[in-house]
């Protein structure tokens, strides 16, 4: 439904989208996710027709762009960021207006936006002034007039920027409902939303594409985001100033290590009570606490099998290990769009420029 092909967009000499190339199929939600200036709304202005591309092309349901931009914004409903609309016109006269720029009939036009104000749910604010709109009715309001001619494939500029959680939750589940029967391109800047919404990713940074992919399988390709939560025993009589947190960190096989608890009977002679019976007792096998770690490899092929041959030995108990599934996206983020930038400023720096 969509498909972009080496688009580009340059100010004199400063790129700022640069040889993105991608694709969005028939009924599938593609999240266009990068930092604040990384091109996604430059990028979604062109596919929208807003702004011209300095060079390559894209198809719009079929349609170029660039030599049948009139078809192809016919194809197309779009919501630019912040939801613009004139602030005096009622709720339903707004919606008569994009239907109007659609060259929508009368009947058509009424039979339209009573469909898009319920599927939106704003019926019950169409006879308000734009003006006295909460920021979840505006946007429900911008998505609606994007839909308002039932195009089969709908561009949206950060549909979540300023919402509540309500409000996000109520957005996140009319975007699934759209993405039944439409092609959705997604821009965002929120992780959350893209994990939620969409089974695959577009990652721009310094307008240029640092990661494709299905989500999950952008998450599980990246080395360090895979991440154990460990529970472990100390030994009974540890070595001179043992710890685990210490003892893991010294492994070429852990990137990092953090202490979420430390536990008792660490280190020798060390004890929760006091006086030396008290260390004989934690000595002669008495409650010992478990350290609480959370621990990142340093390569992605490495399992829970290492640890529990760390923890054999070295004489430790481990009562937990769990692999964590929270905070993946995040990581990915960090990392790839943090090496494009770094990949763009070096291309563009004096003598590298082409």
Request: with cysteine; hydrophobic share 40%; net charge negative.
């Amino acid at each position: 439904m969509i498909e972009v092909e080496s688009l580009s967009k340059s100010y004199r000499d400063i790129a700022a989208v640069a040889e993105v190339s991608f694709e969005v199929g028939s009924r599938e939600m593609l999240g266009l996710l990068g930092p604040n200036g990384a091109g996604k709304t430059t990028l979604l202005r062109m596919l929208a027709g807003t702004l011209r591309p300095s060079s390559g092309e894209a198809r719009i349901d079929g349609h170029s762009i660039l030599s049948a931009s009139t078809e192809a914004k016919q194809s197309i409903g779009y919501l630019p960021e912040n939801a613009p609309a004139y602030e005096e016109l009622l709720v339903s006269e707004q919606l008569r207006f994009a239907a109007d720029a659609h060259y929508l009939s009368r009947s058509r036009a009424d039979g339209a936006v009573e469909r898009v104000a319920e599927r939106c749910g704003i019926t019950e604010v169409l006879q308000r002034p734009v003006r006295e709109l909460s920021r979840g009715y505006r946007q429900r309001l911008g998505i609606a007039q994007a839909l308002v001619h039932d195009p089969p494939i709908l561009i949206l500029d950060e549909p979540h920027s300023g919402l509540d959680p309500n409000q996000m939750r109520e957005i996140r589940s009319l975007l699934r409902e759209v993405a039944r029967e439409k092609a959705v391109l997604l821009s965002t800047h929120l992780l959350g939303e893209v994990e939620a919404l969409c089974e695959r990713v577009v990652l721009l940074a310094s307008g240029r594409v640092v990661g494709e992919g299905p989500t999950q399988q952008l998450i599980a390709g990246s080395a360090s985001v895979r991440r154990y939560r460990l529970r472990v025993v100390p030994p009974v009589r540890p070595p001179q100033q043992f710890r685990p947190d210490r003892s893991l960190r010294g492994c070429d096989e852990i990137a990092s290590v953090e202490v979420l608890r430390e536990g008792a009977a660490a280190v020798v002679g060390e004890s929760r009570g006091k006086g030396e019976g008290a260390s004989a007792g934690a000595a002669a096998g008495g409650r010992r606490e478990a350290w609480v770690l959370e621990v990142t490899p340093a390569e992605s092929s490495l399992d829970g099998g290492f640890f529990f041959d760390w923890a054999v030995a070295h004489n430790c108990r481990l009562e937990g290990l769990e692999e964590i599934a929270s905070g993946e996206l995040e990581q990915v983020f960090a990392e790839l769009t943090a090496a494009g930038s770094q990949r763009a400023a070096h291309e563009q720096a004096p003598g590298a420029l082409r």
